[in-house]
């Protein structure tokens, strides 16, 4: 059985510092939102930005990262940035004990953490790819994403529920927390790595921060994997805030059928993760991220009909489920395709590039989107977000091309 193969004790670790902080991330879900709100007194536009510009910003503060990330041994740097964002979040709850916590200072914090997300993802990526043979990697993947889904289904209502008894900043010091013991984690992987060497001239080169971005486009089928999946992200994030203004104050939901309602259907994203290895074997890669991609953009458009009370959940919680089921499935399979078209001298970098653009695209989608709904309506909004990702299929890659010469074993 896939679930229960083993890849190894430095594996095991890093598996288990992923899923620390993947907990951690889970329980912490939304709570510099909060924060916001009920310490701070701010505003819905206050609450707005600091989701949007912290992404963006931190997206582009990450842009130097992957050239100093790609030419570095990976497992330091993913310790680093591990111990910036424990760093980073232990700022504010002891901002908060003395009085002294600020929308600047959360805005600042998240725009680090945003930023050390993408680095330690990029080291993460590479670092996984030189441990593991090619045929282990989607097992591998397949792990991470199913540890991201389970984290999303426990996570946010424990992490309600804590700040309901001990008070607004208690999730922040427990994600804090998984990140200090993530990077234990790492830590104790131990074995040697040895330092990536770059041909030509020592030294930072203004191309370096560009090549990211020219592998992927070099490559016919992983660009429009790329542009396919930044614009189908980009337009699901996009509506979730209007989501929670339609659901919750339009539609009246109650904020725990709010969160059972995004909640359960992770569960899909469980068993998607689990079943991607077994598809792949039986229909083929290719064919199942060719499948399951255009399927996840068939369902958004059904929350733009969402009417109040249990009909209503049910058809929130069946068009989230159909969603992240296929999320499950394609996810780990285009990570893993991505790892291995990818030279070994060139993940970090790519990674990081694709990282960023993800999430610029996310926080430019989130503002014109939220104009969208201030002109027209919640639901027109929706709607139109739907009858858009109905048409990203067509980005997808009819036939898989061979791969350029740059890139990694397939």
């Known amino acids: 059985m896939t679930g229960r193969r083993s890849l190894g004790r430095r594996f095991g670790w890093l598996w288990a510092a992923y899923a620390v902080s993947s907990y951690g991330t889970g329980f912490g879900f939304g709570a510099f939102s909060l924060i916001a709100v009920l310490v701070l007194h701010s505003g819905p536009a206050e609450v707005s930005a600091l989701s949007a510009v912290g992404l963006a910003v931190g997206a582009v503060v990450a842009i130097p990262l992957g050239p100093w990330v790609e030419f570095r041994r990976k497992r330091p740097v993913m310790v680093a940035m591990e111990l910036t964002r424990f760093a980073a979040l232990m ?3 002891a901002a908060f004990a003395l009085g002294l916590l600020s929308f600047a200072q959360l805005l600042v914090v998240s725009v680090v953490v945003a930023a050390a997300k993408i680095a330690f993802g990029a080291a993460g990526g590479a670092y996984l790819k030189a441990l593991l043979p090619p045929e282990d990697l989607l097992v591998a993947n397949s792990r991470f994403e199913a540890t991201t889904w389970s984290a999303i289904v426990v996570g946010p209502p424990l992490g309600g529920a804590a700040i309901g008894v001990f008070g607004p900043v208690t999730t922040v010091i427990a994600d804090a927390v998984s990140y200090l013991l993530s990077a234990l984690g790492i830590h104790a992987i131990g074995g040697s790595e040895p330092r990536p060497t770059r041909a030509g001239a020592p030294g930072p080169r203004a191309g370096d921060l560009l090549e990211g ?13 790329f542009f396919n999946t930044i614009l189908v992200n980009g337009l699901i994030m ?28 992770c569960v899909g994203g469980l068993i998607g993760a689990r079943l991607a290895h077994r598809l792949v074997a039986r229909f083929g890669r290719h064919e199942v ?35 992240v089921t296929c999320c499950g499935v394609f996810n780990p399979v285009l990570a893993t395709y991505r790892l291995a078209h990818t030279d070994t001298g060139r993940v970090a970098r790519t990674l990081s590039a694709w990282s960023i653009s993800a999430g610029v695209a996310i926080a430019a989608l989130t503002a014109i989107w939220g104009l969208l709904a201030a002109v027209t309506s919640l639901r027109t909004a929706i709607a139109l977000a739907g009858v858009l990702l109905l048409a ?16 990694g074993p397939g």
Do not use: N
């Open 392 to 407: 990203t299929p067509f980005l997808l890659p009819r036939r898989e091309h061979a791969r350029s010469g740059h890139g």
């Open 91 to 93: 700022s504010v709850p």
């Open 213 to 225: 971005w020219r592998g992927i486009l070099a490559h016919p089928t992983l660009r429009r994997f």
């Open 238 to 265: 996009a509506t979730e805030p209007l989501l929670a203004v339609l659901l919750l104050g339009r539609l009246g939901f109650a904020p725990w059928q709010y969160g059972l309602a995004f909640a359960v259907p």
């Open 289 to 323: 991220m060719l499948t399951v991609g255009a399927l996840r953009a068939c369902w958004p458009i059904g929350l733009a009909f969402v009417q109040p009370g249990v009909p209503g959940i049910v058809l929130v919680i069946a068009v989230q489920l159909g969603l």
